[in-house]
């Protein structure tokens, strides 16, 4: 059978090395400290405005994803985010694995990694491979390092919960395999139940399979079973997200799932963009709620320190899924976020994401973006010069 699934492009080694540093920002008093005085600075004002942490410096992506509304021309390569940075969320990644030893994931504060292993309880399990801690097809590293990585991530101090698609032993991908999505969603409930993280919780699928299969009887016992897991993942507060595809040039609507089941649920499908702009092969259409950068993405690469270069809407929808999980730890946010309970937190997620988001251009798309709004500290970073407070270096 044809293989259903749709990935971002192939990826390419970069000669740029990894680097970056954190500052802190006092919002109160607007000056800018070191990283060591940001322990002491929270547990000595915990109850006054948010603190802004800067990545400085940080790859493009990141930097559109806190860039704010009005501001043209950025003072440094930061990211800007609320200290919170998804304390306490946790994001579940259902793609091809990760690869964790790579120094983008290890010793990440304040977080847990765990893994699931889904099967397919149709098939035979000799017929896939042995389950391994490991990326087996080199994409799930780079989607769970938008979301939640040190260098690349959103939401950096999120829990990572890895689940990972298993692997057929000569390589196909039958529609048949998709049945393993069934086990993985169950399997992400129970976890979700079993560590009390239901509300805080968003999945990220990074797979999609094009409408085309839908008439096979087999893809539509599949979907009516999709559909039941992915009720009972809402009504516990599971913030789903999705990319539109990667099929915009010969279908530049939406025609594949799980994107077409957000006429059906409050699920988050994100497109993809290319510097302001929807990107050429991103596919489009009402079904979309906001775009993220797609191309040329920044990713870890397995020859450290370098850095991979990927593209695909498989990279935008981690971005937003790490938005997600940051959003959920941002203090102000919480009352709109919980509003009506726990069934009520992934439609009221997608109105506020879809709210922070804007075009980044008159009459372009709207661009992900964490509502951070650090113009109040620019005065403070060109006179102290922030560059000078740095702990760490660019290269």
């Given at each position: 059978m044809?293989n259903?699934k ?6 390419a ?5 990894i ?6 920002v006092d ?10 005085d940001?322990t002491s600075?929270l ?6 405005e ?12 990141l ?7 009005g501001v043209?021309?950025?003072p ?8 919170a ?6 994001v ?9 030893n790579l120094?983008?994931?290890?010793d ?6 765990r ?9 035979d ?28 991530g959103v939401?950096?101090?999120?829990n ?14 039958p529609?048949l ?15 979700a ?5 239901f ?18 009887p087999?893809?539509k016992g599949?979907?009516?079973r999709f559909?039941s897991c ?8 599971f913030v789903?997200?999705?990319p539109s ?14 994107a ?19 990107a050429?092969f991103?596919?489009a259409?009402?079904?979309v ?18 850095v991979?270069?990927g593209?695909g809407t498989s990279?935008s929808?981690?971005?937003v899924?790490?938005?997600v999980?940051?959003?959920m730890?941002?203090?102000k946010y ?9 069934g009520?937190?992934?439609e ?21 973006y ?8 620019y005065?403070?970073c060109?006179?102290?010069?922030c ?6 270096d660019?290269s």
């Open positions: 044809a259903p749709v990935k971002a492009d192939g990826t080694l970069s000669n740029k090395p680097g970056s540093s954190q500052l802190i919002r109160r008093r607007s000056g800018v400290s070191k990283n060591s940001t600075d547990t000595q004002r915990a109850d006054d948010p603190k802004i942490l800067l990545q400085v410096p940080a790859r493009p992506e930097q559109d994803v806190s860039t704010p509304p043209m021309d950025l440094m390569d930061a990211y800007a985010y609320d200290i940075a998804g304390e306490g969320s946790t579940y990644v259902l793609d091809s694995g990760v690869n964790t120094e983008e994931f290890a990440r504060p304040g977080t847990s990694t893994w699931l292993f889904p099967k397919n309880k149709l098939i399990p000799r017929f896939y491979e042995p389950d391994k801690m490991e990326d087996s097809d080199d994409h799930g590293t780079g989607v769970a390092a938008k979301a939640v990585g040190k260098t690349y939401a950096k101090k999120a990572l919960v890895i689940v990972k698609i298993p692997v057929p032993v000569n390589k196909r991908t529609i395999d998709l049945f393993a999505w069934i086990d993985a969603m169950n399997l992400i409930y129970q976890d139940q079993d560590h009390g993280t509300g805080r919780s968003v999945l990220n699928i990074g797979y999609t399979f094009s409408q085309k299969h839908s008439s096979d087999m893809v599949f979907l009516t559909r992915m009720t009972k993942l809402i009504s516990v507060g789903i997200v999705v595809g990667n099929q915009g040039v010969k279908y530049p609507l939406i025609d594949g799932y799980p077409l089941l957000a006429s059906e649920f409050p699920i988050i499908v994100v497109g993809g963009s290319d510097n302001g702009a929807k050429d991103s596919q259409g009402p079904l709620d906001l775009y993220a950068p797609a191309t040329d993405i920044s990713i870890p690469s397995l020859n450290a320190p370098f991979a270069c593209s990279y929808s981690p971005t899924a790490g938005l999980a940051y959003l730890s941002v203090q919480q009352e709109q976020i919980n509003a009506g309970g726990l009520k937190v992934a009221n997620m997608k109105v506020l994401v879809k709210s922070l988001a804007y075009p980044r251009e008159d009459g372009s798309v709207p661009i992900v964490n509502g951070v709004d650090w113009t109040s500290i005065h403070t060109e006179q102290d010069s560059e000078a407070n740095w702990d760490g660019e």
